[in-house]
């Protein structure tokens, strides 16, 4: 119940945008924030978004702030990354869990398949 499915990504433009899809249990989204994350070749995983349990204010990392915004969908069972004005350095494998923090996902093997999403001309 707390391994996800990550989809959505591919390649895209610089500037353009696309919509990553985590599906997730009922039972995560009532009990655990979820939180997508990020890793580049030869890069430490990295938070990108948080979704918390109460549904609070999201919380971004620095580099995405703006540009990228995550939501839930109790109905579908599934998070949302949208993410626009994709730059290079956004390209990575993205990451759902059922947390934000990356030290508590690797204690727990909460790591999927990811989805990579690359931003080339």
């Known amino acids: 119940q707390l391994q996800f499915v990550e989809s959505g990504g591919g390649l895209v433009q610089p500037g353009g945008s696309l919509r990553l899809t985590c599906a997730v249990s009922?039972?995560?989204?009532?009990?655990?924030?979820i939180g997508w994350f990020r890793q580049a070749p030869g890069k430490q995983r990295e938070a990108v978004a948080c979704?918390?349990?109460?549904?609070?204010?999201?919380d971004y990392g620095d580099s995405v702030k703006g540009r990228f915004t995550i939501s839930r969908d109790t109905a579908k069972n599934t998070v949302y990354l949208q993410m626009n004005s994709l730059k290079p350095e956004d390209t990575a494998m993205y990451y759902c869990?059922?947390?934000?923090?990356?030290?508590?996902?690797?204690?727990?093997?909460?790591w999927g398949q990811g989805t990579q999403v690359t931003v080339a001309s």
């Open positions: 009922k039972f995560a989204l009532d009990y655990y924030s």
């Open positions: 869990a059922a947390t934000c923090d990356t030290n508590i996902a690797d204690a727990y093997g909460y």
């Open positions: 979704t918390k349990k109460s549904d609070s204010t999201p």
